[in-house]
């Protein structure tokens, strides 16, 4: 891998952005996009994206969205002994939040916390059930109490990520880091934007970020009605089921994923034919996936007269906590895959996805 695309990664995966708190991430893809498009856009909830436009005021708009969040939590409470109380950002389970690194973001400030964990000698003594709720768990700044807490700019509202550093593991295939989901779409889109940086597109070509993934697909409706995208592919990454056998759904080196079907979305035939020549004729390695969650392409395939979309992307380990493992290979496929739909979207291949029976 290239010292350039390393370095993207790391810097992505390791910048912190909750749902509704992206700015940060947003700030940097905003300055690493804007030389690669004709143009940038951003809606009100907080969604960019690049444009790049075709000569051909007819030309389809071909729509790559991947998202900026994380997932993470928002003080709720302040106790009386300073420990803050928080509800959950998106989804966790909560056996992987106790005893972790995170930093509070305050309206000025930022500061380290831990997650609080039940030690296993208070467990034997007192005999407490070790099976935690969100609401249960509390982070600890070492404030001695609520006031010195509030002392420091701390109130309700404040939001809370994860805080971990990106690294290559022993055999140079794969990486652990956090937020793979879905730093994986932002960083695909700025490699595939570099690399048709002076190659000519059949297609108004449009590739950014929504806001609030995580929280119910809530930023990318906007961005459709802003954009008004022909055709609409959501980059994300999904859950590996490949500890146990070489057989669960969504196997690590084994290429990208096309998810055909999830609770929100059925891919539409002609959509589904198209990527799987796609990938056969360029040697793409590709795998279906039928997921048990939704993506923004279930959020954008029912806006303005409908738009057919479908989710591509990657599989990890261990998504939605601090440590997830990726494989590098299955990033490769994934951003070869999209940049040959980019190249490869015509205006007669779209009228054939997007009318032919």
Not at 73 to 92: D, S
Not at 191 to 199: G, M
Request: proline letters at 4%.
């Amino acid at each position: 891998m290239e010292a350039r695309i390393w370095n993207r990664i790391v810097k992505y995966t390791e910048l912190q952005g909750t749902s509704g708190q992206e700015f940060m991430v947003r700030q940097a893809f905003r300055e690493d996009l804007t030389p690669l498009v004709d143009e940038t856009v951003q809606n009100g909830l907080g969604g960019l994206y690049g444009i790049r436009h075709h000569v051909a005021a007819d030309a389809p708009r071909i729509m790559f969205g991947a998202h900026m969040d994380e997932v993470g939590f928002i003080v709720t409470q302040i106790t009386e002994r300073g420990m803050l109380k928080v509800n959950a950002v998106g989804g966790w389970n909560p056996y992987t939040v106790s005893a972790q690194r995170f930093t509070l973001y305050t309206r000025e400030h930022r500061y380290p916390v831990v997650s609080s964990a039940v030690a296993p000698h208070l467990l034997r003594a007192g005999g407490r059930d070790g099976a935690p709720q969100i609401t249960d768990i509390l982070f600890d700044g070492g404030f001695e109490s609520k006031s010195e807490a509030e002392s420091f700019g701390i109130r309700p509202g404040d939001f809370i990520v994860p805080d971990v550093r990106t690294q290559l593991l022993a055999n140079g295939k794969r990486v652990n880091s956090k937020s793979w989901d879905n730093r994986f779409g932002l960083v695909t889109i700025l490699n595939v934007l570099e690399n048709l940086q002076n190659v000519a597109v059949p297609n108004t070509l449009i590739m950014g970020a929504n806001v609030q993934e995580e929280v119910g697909l809530r930023g990318v409706a906007p961005a459709i009605h802003q954009l008004q995208p022909d055709l609409f592919f959501a980059l994300d990454s999904s859950a590996a089921d490949d500890l146990q056998s070489a057989t669960g759904q969504g196997q690590l080196d084994q290429g990208a994923i096309l998810r055909v079907f999830d609770p929100g979305v059925i891919m539409p035939k002609r959509l589904k034919e198209f990527v799987l020549d796609i990938a056969s004729d360029e040697k793409i390695p590709l795998q279906y996936f039928v997921a048990a969650g939704g993506t923004d392409a279930a959020g954008a395939q029912s806006e303005n007269f409908g738009v057919p979309a479908v989710a591509l992307g990657v599989v990890s380990r261990y998504i939605h906590t601090h440590q997830t493992v990726w494989s590098i290979a299955d990033f490769e496929a994934a951003q070869k895959l999209v940049e040959t739909l980019a190249l490869k979207l015509d205006k007669s291949t779209v009228n054939d996805i997007i009318y032919g029976d």
